[in-house]
């Protein structure tokens, strides 16, 4: 099959599809020449993450598409039940950047506790000169070890965001109507395994009773969290979303941060990307990041792999 990865795919899956007998091309078409790309060049397998999107329209302008790759774990740029309906195999990578996720909640969780978002604004710019200044200012941080960690969708992310916390010392609440219990299994560096039974609480329990909360789901029509959600929060409650733009009401968060009903948010994903308001990149008490938390070497090393693997035992079908 003639593959496009209009969005990039790692070496690694590559290499794995081109040892199938599979063709692929890796060159970015926009958006607006992409049917005419993909019929000219007789493409059967298009591969994105979150820029190319694949609609309706697209659908039925290729009609020799025979599969649709997501790089990740959300389906937000895919119009899935259409392409299904067409007879199109939809497939992603629920489980191959759930490590990258979750540790990047981990620093983003560790910098606010220790101010580090603030330190490593300010260093550059007053480190010479307000040194003793700054050290006051940013003192009096906190430790994560014995702090409640509060985990919002506790699907493979939110798992792996718990076992990382566990390491820490963290407590856990989980929210996640599907879930009622389940077991997290701990591997160390000397082969030896820890086992944990965690079931799921009330959504108003993980509000109300964290310290941290981190947020695991998928795009939804309403706010997850909102002024009255953030009202219900400790106001020394920190909040992190690695999930999508949208889940979060960016400006009441504002409000929220600026009344001291929270102490911190970060936020690696925007209700408006790639142009999210200054006045919310700006606002010291958030730590930032831009849409990166499956972009690590070996997440895309995974996804390119995971992806080969689904597109080869799809054609041997």
Not at 38 to 66: C, F, Y
Not at 102 to 126: C, F, K
Not at 260 to 266: E, G, S, T, V
């Amino acid at each position: 099959m003639k593959i496009l990865a209009n969005d990039g795919v790692s070496p690694e899956g590559i290499d794995v599809l081109e040892n199938a007998g599979h063709q692929v091309e890796t060159v970015k078409v926009a958006q607006e020449q992409l049917a005419n790309y993909m019929n000219e060049n007789a493409i059967d397998v298009i591969l994105v993450r979150s820029a190319t999107q694949v609609r309706k329209e697209l659908i039925d302008q290729v009609p020799g598409l025979k599969i649709i790759g997501r790089g990740g774990v959300g389906l937000d740029n895919i119009d899935v039940d259409y392409a299904k309906s067409k007879g199109i195999e939809v497939i992603n990578t629920p489980a191959a950047s759930s490590e990258s996720v979750a540790e990047l909640v981990m620093a983003h969780m560790l910098g606010l506790a220790r101010n580090l978002h603030n330190t490593n604004r300010d260093m550059p710019l007053e480190g010479d000169s307000k040194f003793k200044a700054l050290k006051k200012a940013c003192a009096g941080g906190t430790e994560l070890a014995g702090k409640t960690i509060g985990i919002i969708g506790f699907g493979r992310i939110g798992q792996a965001v718990a076992k990382k916390a566990i390491g820490l010392g963290m407590k856990i609440l989980a929210y996640d109507p599907m879930v009622e219990k389940t077991q997290i299994e701990l591997s160390f560096f000397d082969g030896q395994k820890l086992s944990f039974d965690l079931k799921t609480v009330s959504f108003e329990e993980v509000v109300k009773n964290s310290d941290f909360i981190s947020l695991h789901v998928p795009k939804q029509k309403d706010y997850i969290i909102g002024k009255p959600e953030l009202e219900l929060m400790k106001n020394s409650a920190v909040l992190v979303n690695t999930a999508r733009g949208g889940v979060v009401d960016e400006k009441a968060l504002d409000v929220a941060l600026a009344n001291n009903q929270i102490a911190y948010a970060a936020l690696d994903v925007f209700e408006n990307e790639p142009t999210p308001p200054i006045k919310l990149l700006m606002n010291p008490k958030l730590s930032l990041s831009p849409h990166i938390g499956g972009a690590t070497q070996e997440a895309q090393a995974r996804i390119g792999v995971e992806l080969a693997d689904q597109i080869i035992a799809i054609d041997k079908k």
